[in-house]
C-alpha cells in the first residue's frame, strides 16, 4: 500500500512539473493565436473602419461573404488557382520525399552529408537568410517562386512537353509540376526527416526474414515499409496540406496580404476564412479516405 502511495506521489508531482512546463506555451497560445482567430472571425461578420483612436466594428452578418463570393471579380481566380496549386503539390511532395527519404535511408558514404544537405533549404527559407542570400535581385522571392529565381528562363519546359508529344491537362500537369520542381523539393525538407524517422523505426528482423523468403525490393516495399510508414504518412500528410494552405506563395494569401497592409480587414478576413474551410474540408475527407483505405487496410 504504502509503495502504490508513493508512486502516485511520483506520478502527480511529474505531472504537476509537465504542466509547469507547458504553462508558457498555453499562455503564448491564448494570447498570440486563439485570441486573434477569434478576432479574425468577428472582423470576418463586421465592417471595419480605421479611424485615429483605433477601430469603429459594425457587425453586419455575412455582407462580406455575399461581396467575396457575388461581387468581387478576382477572388474566385485566387481562389480556384491555390485549391489547384494545394491539389497538385500535395502528392508530389510525398512521393518526393518518401523516396528521398529511402534513398537517404541507406548505408553508403556521405549520407549524413546528404541528409543535411536536403534539411538546408528549412533553414535557408527563414525571412532573414532569404532576403540576404536575394538582397541583390530586383524580385521579392515571398512573391514569386524559387523555380523562377534560380532557372531564370534557362529551362523552357514548354519545349519539353512538345517534344515528348504530350495533350491535353496531362501536358498542363506536367508542365507546371516541372516548372515548379525546385519550389517542390525545397518543401521537403521536414517531410524527408519525418519519413526518415519512421524509417529507422521498421525492425531490422522484418527485411531479415522477408529476404529469407525471397522477396524483392519492390515486395518488401509495398508489404513491410509501407505498411510500417501509414502513420507516419498521414502526420506528414498534415503537416504538408498545412504549409500549403499557409504558404506565402499562394495566390490567394499573397494578394489578401498585400489587401491588408492597405486597411482592410474585414473582407480579407472573410476571404480567408472561406479559403480555410474550402481547403479543411479537402484536408478531413483526403485523411479520412487515406485511413479507410489505407491505414485499416494494412492493420
Known amino acids: 500500500m504504502k509503495k502504490a502511495k508513493k508512486n502516485r506521489g511520483i506520478s502527480e508531482l511529474k505531472s504537476r512539473y509537465g504542466y509547469l512546463f507547458t504553462t508558457h506555451w498555453i499562455i503564448g497560445i491564448i494570447i498570440f493565436f486563439a485570441l486573434p482567430l477569434i478576432q479574425s ?14 477601430i469603429n466594428m459594425d457587425f453586419i452578418g455575412t455582407e462580406n461573404y455575399r461581396q467575396i463570393l457575388f461581387a468581387d471579380a478576382n ?11 494545394y491539389l497538385y503539390s500535395l502528392p508530389i511532395i510525398i512521393l518526393l520525399s518518401m523516396s528521398l527519404a529511402l534513398i537517404l ?15 538546408l533549404p528549412v533553414i535557408i527559407s527563414t525571412g532573414a537568410v532569404i532576403n540576404l542570400i536575394f538582397r541583390t535581385t530586383s524580385n521579392d522571392m ?26 491535353g491537362e496531362a501536358a498542363k500537369y506536367i508542365t507546371v ?33 522477408s529476404r529469407v523468403e525471397g522477396a524483392t525490393k519492390w515486395e518488401e516495399f509495398w508489404f513491410i515499409t509501407f505498411p510500417m510508414l501509414s502513420r507516419v504518412t498521414v502526420l506528414v500528410m498534415i503537416f504538408t496540406m498545412v504549409e500549403l494552405i499557409t504558404s506565402e506563395r499562394t495566390t ?22 472561406f479559403y480555410f474551410l474550402i ?8 485523411v479520412f479516405l487515406f485511413n479507410r483505405f489505407v491505414t485499416k487496410r494494412y492493420e
Do not use: H
Open 41 to 54: 472571425v468577428i472582423f470576418s461578420f463586421s465592417k471595419i473602419e480605421i479611424v485615429g483612436g483605433g
Open 75 to 85: 477572388y474566385e481566380n485566387w481562389l480556384s488557382s491555390s485549391i489547384t496549386s
Open 105 to 119: 535511408n541507406q548505408n553508403f558514404r556521405g549520407r549524413l552529408f546528404f541528409r543535411a544537405l536536403y534539411f
Open 142 to 167: 515571398s512573391n514569386i517562386g524559387v523555380s523562377d529565381a534560380y532557372s531564370a528562363n534557362m529551362i523552357s519546359v514548354d519545349d519539353i512537353v512538345r517534344l515528348l508529344d504530350i495533350q
Open 177 to 209: 509540376t516541372i516548372s515548379k520542381i525546385f519550389d517542390l523539393v525545397w518543401s521537403c525538407g521536414i517531410q524527408i526527416v519525418l519519413f526518415l524517422a519512421g524509417l529507422q523505426s521498421v525492425p531490422s528482423s522484418f527485411y531479415e526474414a
Open 252 to 273: 490567394l494569401i499573397r494578394n489578401v496580404y498585400s489587401m491588408m497592409r492597405t486597411g482592410n480587414y474585414d473582407e480579407t478576413s472573410a476571404m480567408i476564412w
Open 279 to 286: 481547403c479543411g474540408g479537402i484536408m478531413a475527407v483526403i
